[in-house]
Nanobody, 123 residues
Framework: QVQLVESGGGLVQAGGSLRLSCAAS????????MGWFRQAPGKEHEFVAC??????DYADSVKGRFTISRDNAKNTVYLRMNSLKPEDTAVYYC??????????????????WGKGTLVTVSS
């Protein structure tokens, strides 16, 4: 199974930006979906964004603020987060799988997970 390692989390003030990275341990085709989920303290795990081929999907709560992208040559997917809010505070998990879509269940077709990176947004 492909190993996923996240980086780029940290502490940022509200309104600031961060870029998360997720490196896969081996080459992944652009047909292999990759994405991000998050879990805030006391809350359930939730979908953030995913990408497969040139198609992307975002949670309503991050549309217009977050951008997912991938560099297949580097086996890496990124999540650029702008205009961060305190409610974006969470552990962010990289995910991968065969699909990217809400019709594929609560995990959007993802079944492989990284260990997570903490993002804290201060007010």
């Amino acid at each position: 199974q492909v190993q996923l390692v996240e980086s780029g989390g940290g502490l940022v003030q509200a309104g600031g930006s961060l870029r998360l990275s997720c490196a896969a341990s081996e080459h992944t085709s652009s047909t292999y979906a990759m994405g991000w989920f998050r879990q805030a303290p006391g809350k359930e795990h939730e979908f953030v964004a995913c990408i497969r081929l040139s198609s992307t999907d975002y949670a309503d709560s991050v549309k217009g603020r977050f951008t997912i992208s991938r560099d297949n040559a580097k086996n890496t997917v990124y999540l650029r987060m702008n205009s961060l809010k305190p409610e974006d505070t969470a552990v962010y998990y990289c995910a991968a799988g065969s699909g990217c879509g809400s019709g594929l269940g609560s995990n959007y077709g993802m079944d492989n997970w990284g260990k997570g990176t903490l993002v804290t947004v201060s007010s």
